[in-house]
């Protein structure tokens, strides 16, 4: 009978150990932790939750525009690159106004405008600052780059990045000046 009780008595600790190394037990003191954060992330759906109050006071410091004046930047390009400027403040102004329409009208084609259409969206607000660089490029004729600078807010969550979008823009073979990319 003591060995059947010593087996059951082993049996139990066996099990024990599995289920208390397979969980996520803690040692004692830490367990509200860890719980509350596992619960947390598995549990709660934060899609409809309001921003902090910290990202709160982002939010309504935060003003969507176009603080910059696009047409500063003539000296930096030739005569003949400067009607780049004007595909370029319309694209960043329909960005910050959020007008669908107007940011697909700059690109070269639809299936690109398409493509970079994850720029663009209802809680994306835009604040562009400023111009990094302009950069003849060296390798394809008459493309020029523009990195503009700026921050984005995300409604949805309330978070505020900093933004560096390198626009490529390019004449095509009609003299017309067209957005092939930006990155």
Wanted: charged content about 25%; proline content about 2%; hydrophobic content about 35%.
């Amino acid at each position: 009978m003591s060995n059947h009780i010593a087996r059951s008595a082993l049996s139990l600790s066996m099990v024990m150990f599995m289920l208390l190394s397979c969980s996520n037990a803690v040692p004692t003191g830490e367990s509200n932790k860890v719980t509350s954060t596992t619960s947390h992330n598995n549990s709660k759906d934060n899609s409809n939750e309001k921003p902090s109050k910290t990202e709160q006071s982002k939010e309504n410091r935060f003003k969507a525009e176009l603080a910059f004046d696009v047409s500063s930047l003539e000296n930096q390009l030739s005569e003949d690159q400067r009607p780049l400027l004007t595909v370029l403040e319309k694209n960043l102004k329909a960005l910050v106004e959020h007008n669908h329409d107007e940011f697909q009208v700059g690109f070269v084609n639809k299936k690109l405008a398409d493509a970079l259409d994850f720029y663009y969206g209802e809680n994306l607000q835009y604040k562009f600052t400023g111009v990094e660089s302009v950069e003849s490029n060296s390798t394809i004729k008459n493309q020029v780059h523009i990195t503009v600078i700026g921050e984005c807010l995300d409604n949805k969550t309330g978070k505020l990045d900093s933004v560096k979008m390198m626009y490529a823009i390019r004449q095509n073979e009609k003299g017309t000046w067209d957005i092939y990319t930006i990155d």
